[in-house]
């Protein structure tokens, strides 16, 4: 017989599932390839066999993370309101962020640095944001730079959902104030003529 296989997809899934939560919620330093091989019940060489080190694990755990918010995001259908779609895409944002609270602070926090002036690719989970902004640009619902808009946007987002996702507000509160903490953002850099309806047709104005 040969020998059993101990490396397997069910060990590379126990990895990377105790990565995401470690690399989430320790210190930097605590985030080792021993401490990462005691968690999930492995061995240190399964780390090297399977990701081939630490930095390739946290690859992994980063990629699901990429990969999973930009398949929520690309989901949301575009309609004939750019304004809508842009508002769609904010409650897809917070709603992946919610359902995988440790893989978004991975993706924007934890022990890992994010870059948002990095180069996007096709892949990237702003794409989405930044196709969505273009359409209201062109259709000249909103007036600036895309570049700037997206991460008007994304701040704003990143702090809502940060500080959600801490337990800082309660559900009613969080939901209040994500509504209208980001139709007042859009409605910034929205043009005169809209800007104009919009604030008309606010019900808290």
Not at 14 to 41: D, F, I, Q
Request: charged share 20%; proline share 4%.
């Amino acid at each position: 017989m040969g020998r059993p296989r101990t490396n397997d997809d069910t060990v590379k899934e126990r990895l990377v599932v105790c990565a995401t939560e470690m690399l989430a919620t320790r210190p930097r330093e605590s985030v080792t390839v021993r401490a990462l091989a005691a968690a999930a019940g492995a061995s240190t060489t399964a780390v090297y066999s399977l990701f081939g080190g630490k930095d390739g694990l946290i690859a992994e755990v980063r990629g699901r993370a990429v990969a999973g918010l930009f398949h929520d995001l690309s989901a949301v259908p575009a309609g004939d309101d750019p304004l809508a779609d842009l508002y769609a895409l904010a409650v897809a944002y917070r709603r992946w962020a919610g359902e995988h609270s440790h893989l978004y602070t991975v993706l924007f926090g934890g022990v890992q640095s994010f870059d948002p002036s990095g180069a996007v690719g096709a892949a990237d989970p702003v794409r989405p944001l930044l196709d969505a902004i273009d359409r209201a640009l062109a259709a000249s619902v909103l007036a600036g730079d895309v570049t700037s808009i997206a991460l008007s946007v994304w701040v704003t987002l990143h702090g809502l959902v940060t500080l959600e996702l801490a337990g800082a507000l309660d559900a009613a509160m969080a939901e209040a104030t994500f509504r209208t903490t980001v139709h007042a953002t859009l409605r910034g850099w929205a043009t005169p003529a809209v800007f104009r309806g919009l604030r008309e047709a606010d019900p808290v104005r």
